[in-house]
């Protein structure tokens, strides 16, 4: 119940400080994003890779025990 009570007050806090009767933080919102956006974009990609890469190898491995499985079978 606290967490959703912070979570409320923090995206009514972003609402307020990016109107511009607010804060008027919007221009310096855009350019953070702007800025942080290539960032994320490279970070999700690498950890995608890397998320691919394990998936190739369970499979692989998945493979395998279900050859061996076949093998023992007859």
Do not use: C, H, Q, Y
């Amino acid at each position: 119940m606290l967490a959703m009570f912070f979570g409320i007050l923090f995206v009514a806090f972003t609402v307020f400080a990016a109107l511009p009767a607010g804060l008027g933080w919007g221009a310096e919102i855009i350019s953070f994003l702007k800025g942080g956006l290539p960032v994320a974009s490279a970070l999700i990609g690498l950890v995608s890779f890397f998320i691919g890469i394990a998936d190739l190898k369970d499979k692989a491995e998945a493979r395998k025990e279900e050859e061996s499985a076949k093998t023992t079978d007859n």
